[in-house]
T-cell receptor, first 114, second 110 residues
Framework: GAGVSQSPSNKVTEKGKDVELRCDPI?????LYWYRQSLGQGLEFLIY????????KSGLPSDRFSAERTGGSVSTLTIQRTQQEDSAVYLC????????????FGPGTRLTVT | LAKTTQPISMDSYEGQEVNITCSHN???????ITWYQQFPSQGPRFIIQ?????VTNEVASLFIPADRKSSTLSLPRVSLSDTAVYYC???????????WGAGTKLIIKP
């Protein structure tokens, strides 16, 4: 079946602009995660959603970052007033539910802020 | 503060067995240990998960000692295509917090 998809695959934006990154999880997966990965670095957890529960936003680096998940499926990560340090690959993953369940990752969106 | 620590890099040769150890001193009773593999320009991919003792699947084994303060991912007879970054992850059962290691870059030489 279809895996996790993300769009766009690449995004170049100017400093100060807002960007929206989209994630389509695997159908039926109730948990959805966003991560950030800077060049050559490990995974930085940003936020996760589990069903209709309030999301865990503990990893968001600043109030310029926000995310929503509509209808328990598609998720959008929004970065307002982008800064050069926001340049990274943004990865989305989904799993059947939160807990000891395998996470399936999308290919990521490479964001470059000029 | 929960933390997972793993070596930054390792080298090995084709046909060898490779063992990558992750330290997680503050692991709690019901926390799970998972390993992921990541190739360049791709998202991580699940390899194996365990809770205690030994788990084996078609690609790897995971050894967890009784105190569970560390775990070892074992890759048998590696090939060049096993060159990747390997991440250790501890899932905290109490609050579902994810504690990722910084990753081990494994380079397999011919």
């Amino acid at each position: 079946g279809a895996g996790v998809s993300q769009s766009p695959s690449n995004k170049v934006t100017e400093k100060g602009k807002d960007v929206e990154l989209r994630c389509d999880p695997i159908s039926g997966h109730t948990a959805l995660y966003w991560y950030r990965q800077s060049l050559g670095q490990g995974l930085e957890f940003l936020i996760y959603f589990q069903g209709n529960s309030a999301p865990d936003k503990s990893g968001l680096p600043s109030d310029r970052f926000s995310a929503e998940r509509t209808g328990g499926s598609v998720s959008t990560l929004t970065i307002q007033r982008t800064q050069q340090e926001d340049s990274a690959v943004y990865l989305c993953a989904s799993s059947e539910r939160t807990g000891a369940y395998e996470q399936y990752f999308g290919p990521g969106t490479r964001l470059t802020v000029t | 503060l929960a933390k997972t620590t793993q070596p930054i890099s390792m080298d090995s040769y084709e046909g060898q067995e490779v063992n990558i150890t992750c330290s997680h001193n503050n692991i709690a009773t019901n926390d799970y240990i998972t390993w992921y593999q990541q190739f360049p320009s791709q998202g991580p991919r699940f390899i194996i998960q365990g809770y205690k003792t030994k788990v084996t699947n078609e690609v790897a084994s995971l050894f967890i000692p009784a105190d569970r303060k560390s775990s070892t991912l074992s890759l048998p007879r590696v090939s060049l295509s096993d060159t990747a970054v390997y991440y250790c992850l501890v899932l905290m059962d109490s609050n579902y917090q994810l504690i990722w290691g910084a990753g081990t870059k494994l380079i397999i030489k011919p």
